[in-house]
Each structure stands twice: as C-alpha cells, then as structure tokens.
C-alpha cells in the first residue's frame, strides 16, 4: 500500500482545512488508518483514528470537537476535516495505515506500516 497525504497549507486561526489520504496498490480494504502530526522539535504525535469498518473513530482530546476523520474505502482515501484551526496545530500531518489496528494500539505509531509522505500545515495567528 502506498499513501499520498495532501490538502496541507496556510490558513489564519479560525479557518479549516481538509486533508486528504489516497492510497494506491492493495485496497485498504480491512486497514486501521489514522493521521499523525509532528511539529518542529516534537516528536510525531497521534491526532485521530478511524477502524476499517468506520464503527469507531478515535481523536486525541486537543482537536475533539474540531477535527473530524472519515474513510471512503471505495475510493480508498482518507480524510481529516479541520475546522476551527488553532496555531498550535501547525505541523506536518502524516497518513498512516496497518491492517492489525484495534483499540489498544491505534494511538502508537510503531504499530503503523504504512506512512504517507506528510502535507504541512500552517496555522497563522
């Protein structure tokens, strides 16, 4: 599976965004996906994560409520829909995807086999 992350950019504090993660060779078919993000001088960190079947979605608590991850298997892309976007969620945002995702490890990044190359985004105060 190879992933392609794009949708990143400049927007002013308040606006929105959407990610997106499309995903070539095998379907995701049974994949967990989730986004990543990583700021400068920090380590890459979980923001949101959605089973393969979409039952359950998962985010960390700074962007619950604002942030809203979603799956289109049948187009086999991914997506993360920011509103309401915050300086402190600069970073470059990374997909990420492992057919062996469940609720005990979706937040850990070691257990993701797939990785997309990052989009930045940019959060103007």
């Known amino acids: 599976v190879q992933l392609q992350a794009s949708g990143g950019g400049l927007v002013q504090a308040g606006g929105s965004l959407r990610l997106s993660c499309a995903a070539s060779?095998?379907?995701?078919?049974?994949?967990?996906m989730a986004w990543f993000r990583q700021a400068p001088g920090k380590e890459r960190a979980f923001v949101a994560a959605?089973?393969?079947?979409?039952?359950?979605?998962y985010y960390t608590d700074s962007v619950k409520g604002r942030f809203t991850i979603s799956r289109d298997n049948a187009k086999k892309t991914m997506y993360l829909q920011m509103n309401s976007l915050k300086p402190e969620d600069t970073a470059v945002y990374y997909c990420?995807?492992?057919?062996?995702?469940?609720?005990?490890?979706?937040?850990?990044?070691?257990?993701?086999?797939?990785w997309g190359q990052g989009t930045q985004v940019t959060v103007s105060s």
């Open positions: 990420a995807g492992d057919n062996l995702i469940h609720s005990r490890n979706y937040y850990d990044a070691r257990v993701y086999a797939y």
């Open positions: 959605i089973t393969w079947n979409d039952a359950i979605t």
């Open positions: 060779g095998r379907t995701l078919g049974r994949y967990g």
